[in-house]
């Protein structure tokens, strides 16, 4: 079985950026800049045909390159504990758009259609007994972050091991948004 995710990948001063607002937030995990990027549809457990399925019908997805830029925090779940950090993003309408082309082209591979709401964020943090107090004054430090805008021209598959202490990533293949090689 593979699970997986199709992800957009950040560039390293992006990151940066993002690794610079971990700390002083008691109970928290910050992710490492490697496991840190944008799912963009999380598949989960898949069996080999479905996998290659999968594979394939990723290399038909095509979009027009577009621009994203990460634009404030918040947490999950908005309303009782918070167990995420996120950094958020700009409204994309380029994002939402290859978000369905990549639903839709996952159905088609025989995957089961995702029932929950899109929210586009990039995971900084995963809290463990954190006070609430301690998560409003992280939000209120960093309510006005910003990072310049980058490009996306390729999207990626990853596969997702559970380790002991975290996930590993590995990418399994890359797609070139227009069409070309990667
Ligand atoms: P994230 O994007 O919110 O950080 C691999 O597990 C990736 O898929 C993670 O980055 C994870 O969260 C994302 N993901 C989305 N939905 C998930 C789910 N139901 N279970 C596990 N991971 C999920």
Redesign the pocket.
């Known amino acids: 079985m593979y699970?997986l995710?199709v992800?957009i990948e950040l560039p390293a001063d992006v990151k940066d950026m993002l690794s610079r607002l971990s700390g002083d937030v008691p109970g928290a995990r910050w992710l490492e800049s490697d496991?840190m990027?944008?799912?963009v549809r999380?598949i989960?457990e898949v069996d080999g045909l479905v996998y290659e399925d999968v594979l394939a019908a990723l290399g038909d997805v095509r979009a027009a390159p577009f621009e994203l830029a990460l634009r404030g925090v918040g947490h999950?779940p908005p309303r009782g504990e918070p167990r995420?950090l996120?950094a958020g993003l700009e409204r994309s309408d380029g994002l939402r758009l290859l978000h369905d082309r990549v639903e839709s082209a996952l159905v088609r591979a025989g995957v089961e259609a995702e029932r929950r709401k899109f929210s586009p964020?990039?995971?900084l943090a995963r809290l463990k007994g954190t006070p609430s107090r301690a998560v409003g004054s992280f939000l209120a430090r960093n309510g006005l972050f910003r990072a310049d805008p980058f490009a996306v021209r390729e999207l990626h598959l990853?596969s997702?091991s559970l380790g002991a202490k975290r996930?590993v990533?590995r990418c399994e293949a890359s797609y070139a948004l227009d069409g070309g090689g990667p």
């Open positions: 699970r995710f992800s496991e990027h944008l799912t999380f989960g999950f995420i996120w964020h990039v995971t990853f997702s996930a990533h």
